[in-house]
T-cell receptor, first 116, second 116 residues
Framework: KAGVTQTPRYLIKTRGQQVTLSCSPI?????VSWYQQTPGQGLQFLFE???????NKGNFPGRFSGRQFSNSRSEMNVSTLELGDSALYLC???????????????FGNGTRLTVT | AQSVAQPEDQVNVAEGNPLTVKCTYS??????LFWYVQYPNRGLQFLLK??????LVKGSYGFEAEFNKSQTSFHLKKPSALVSDSALYFC??????????????FGGGTRLMVKP
């Protein structure tokens, strides 16, 4: 079974631009979550989607948004990029929502975004 | 709000010796606790979880973790370390409420170095 696929793997953008990251979950997984990983702040929750609905959102500005499609694939968008948005963005999928099913998160290898 | 503390930035252990990576947590209600491992340039891999039941949880690659409610700890252990166990380890807690789903709060990570 293929794992979580994130594209692109690396991305370089300029301040003020916008970017879209893509995530394809493991087949059959309906929940997709996004996390930001930086050396200074560590791993921080961005948002979670389940059945095309955003279920939870972390403490990030409105420039960060996402969506989930009917096939469970997800995209996240960051508008008006800032230098501080440079990070590894990790997508994770799960059969269900951990609170209900206890199923673990399966992470992709991430998209490394560099903002210059 | 929930929080996770990993008091050691790095743990050094000789191959064949037992290892412990420490984690303490703070969460209201019953904790859902997780350990993940990250290898260089990769996403996180699930090791084990505590939801309910036995305080000693067994996971992947010979790892286990001991849940201690009175000390609010969830330390990761392995009886005999391998060089290939060298990686970054993250403890996480699900929260803050029953609708938290896949919203995890991660500790800052502990780098495990196993020397031959």
């Amino acid at each position: 079974k293929a794992g979580v696929t994130q594209t692109p793997r690396y991305l370089i953008k300029t301040r003020g631009q916008q970017v879209t990251l893509s995530c394809s979950p493991i087949s059959g997984h309906r929940s997709v979550s996004w996390y930001q990983q930086t050396p200074g702040q560590g791993l921080q929750f961005l948002f979670e989607y389940f059945s095309e609905t955003q279920r939870n959102k972390g403490n990030f500005p409105g420039r960060f948004s996402g969506r989930q499609f009917s096939n469970s694939r997800s995209e996240m968008n960051v508008s008006t990029l800032e230098l501080g948005d440079s990070a590894l963005y990790l997508c994770a999928s799960s059969l269900g929502r951990q609170g209900a099913s206890g199923s673990p998160l399966h992470f992709g290898n991430g998209t490394r975004l560099t903002v210059t | 709000a929930q929080s996770v503390a990993q008091p050691e930035d790095q743990v050094n252990v000789a191959e064949g010796n037992p290892l412990t990576v420490k984690c303490t947590y703070s969460v209201s209600g019953n904790p859902y606790l997780f350990w993940y491992v990250q290898y260089p340039n990769r996403g996180l891999q699930f090791l084990l979880k505590y939801i309910t039941g036995d305080n000693l949880v067994k996971g992947s690659y010979g790892f286990e973790a001991e849940f201690n409610k009175s000390q609010t700890s969830f330390h990761l252990k392995k009886p005999s370390a391998l060089v290939s166990d060298s990686a970054l380890y993250f403890c996480a807690v699900r929260g803050p409420n029953n609708n938290a789903g896949n919203m995890l709060t991660f500790g800052g990570g502990t780098r495990l170095m196993v020397k031959p």
